[in-house]
């Protein structure tokens, strides 16, 4: 059900919409100035997610590459005629390190994508002067040992990253799919830190970072994030469900703890399979503070 709508000097807000919570809750958040180079809070993205050897994980494997990037530039005009205050920036997010539900060879219940398959993406996202994010479900692996695997791509200026707790079962040592896993600050740490590195090593424009969050658990000890002038970190609103739900949620989790930026994820399938309509682009604006962040899987 959803929760009861907010109200804010006599005007109701549905959840998520309040921006007298938003100011409570500590937005806009004391950051770093961006900067040169810096692609948030100027543009807004908007990226398609997925991994083109499923037709299952996303829009990005769903269609045809030529039909899939046209669908792409006709969502990022839809944004952009939304708000026309922030240009989008179109991205592809590739999930380059997918979690598995067998533990493979090393036992770390988790598949990295090929070179092949990677470039392929890459080269997609640079035709459709789209950037290019790579998303890590790290299964039973630590982030630290598997991301420095990624510095051959990440010392392109147009990539960025993505990392997700819901697939990070180290702890629990849980069968990816079973369980929903975690990242606590100093994970998250590390890889901001190791990004900065990244940035300062290749004299490289600020990376962003997003970390998907639907649960109250999946992202632990927030206020211990570090923000760092180099890392623009989005906390993406995951979930997916009916409108209110999506609201809830991003009211709940990522509002209630707020980290830099925020991202909101749409599910053309998941959103609407029972029967509720795909949120659109005006309506997600209500949200406060504003998704600069824009996912569809």
Avoid: C
């Avoid at 949200?287 to 899987?297: C, D, G, T």
């Amino acid at each position: 059900m959803p929760t009861a709508v907010a109200t804010t000097d006599n005007i109701k807000y549905k959840a998520g919409e309040d921006p007298g919570f938003a100011r409570q809750r500590g937005w806009p958040v004391n950051a770093p100035t961006p900067l040169p180079g810096s692609i948030l809070p100027r543009k807004r993205v908007v990226a398609y997610y997925g991994n083109p050897l499923s037709k299952r994980m996303g829009v990005l494997g769903e269609y045809q590459k030529t039909d899939m990037l046209h669908r792409l530039k006709l969502e990022a005009a839809r944004w952009e005629g939304a708000d026309p205050a922030h240009p989008v920036q179109p991205a592809l997010h590739l999930v380059a390190v997918v979690a598995q539900g067998t533990p493979g060879k090393a036992g770390n219940y988790r598949m990295i994508m090929p070179d092949t398959v990677i470039n392929q993406v890459h080269g997609w996202a640079r035709e459709a002067n789209a950037l290019l994010f790579i998303d890590i479900q790290t299964g039973h692996e630590s982030i630290r040992t598997i991301l420095p695997r990624f510095e051959w791509l990440l010392k392109n200026p147009d990539v960025h990253l993505g990392i997700d707790p819901e697939f990070n079962l180290v702890k629990s040592r849980a069968k990816p799919g079973t369980k929903i896993g975690t990242y606590d600050a100093s994970e998250i740490n590390y890889v901001t830190g190791y990004l900065k590195d990244i940035v300062r090593k290749y004299n490289l424009p600020p990376k962003v970072l997003t970390v998907h969050r639907f649960t109250r658990n999946g992202v632990t000890g927030y206020r211990n994030i570090v923000l760092r002038p180099e890392v623009q970190i989005v906390i993406n609103m995951d979930g997916w469900g009916a409108p209110w739900l999506k609201r809830d949620s991003y009211k709940d989790y990522v509002v209630s703890e707020p980290v830099q930026f925020t991202g909101f994820k749409l599910f053309y399938h998941n959103d609407t399979k029972k029967g509720d309509p795909l949120l659109t682009p005006k309506e997600v604006l209500q949200l406060k503070p504003e998704p600069l962040y824009i996912q569809y899987q």
